[in-house]
Nanobody, 123 residues
Framework: VDLVESGGGSVQAGGSLKLSCVAS????????MGWYRQDPGKERELVAAITSGGSTWNEDYVEGRFTISQDRAQHTMYLQMDDLKPEDTAMYYC??????????????????WGQGTRVTVSA
């Protein structure tokens, strides 16, 4: 499975961005996908995730601001990010779970990763 992210950029606080992640290869092996972010010197953290059936999860700190969705026909996952804050600045990565997850959330194991797309939010 190959994952390619796009849609990152630089915005001012309060602005919006929409990230995309296109999957290719053995896409039928994907049971869930998620968006991680990581800043230098910090651990990678799961922001939001979605199962192949459409169940979603997100961290509390993005509740009401970020929305994860997917277009299975286009093999694409999205992350709509609104009301961006400077603390949202990070590299955002797309991940895919190739094993059916027992649960969707922080404990979900992802097996494939994209190269990331950079999001910068200025005050």
């Amino acid at each position: 499975v190959d994952l390619v992210e796009s849609g990152g950029g630089s915005v001012q606080a309060g602005g919006s961005l929409k990230l995309s992640c296109v999957a290719s290869g053995d896409i039928f092996s994907i049971h869930a996908m998620g968006w991680y972010r990581q800043d230098p010197g910090k651990e990678r953290e799961l922001v939001a995730a979605i199962t192949s059936g459409g169940s979603t999860w997100n961290e509390d700190y993005v509740e009401g601001r970020f929305t994860i969705s997917q277009d299975r026909a286009q093999h694409t996952m999205y992350l709509q990010m609104d009301d961006l804050k400077p603390e949202d600045t990070a590299m955002y990565y797309c991940g895919a779970a190739l094993v059916v997850p027992a649960t969707i959330g922080r404990g979900t194991m992802f097996d494939a990763w994209g190269q990331g797309t950079r999001v910068t939010v200025s005050a």
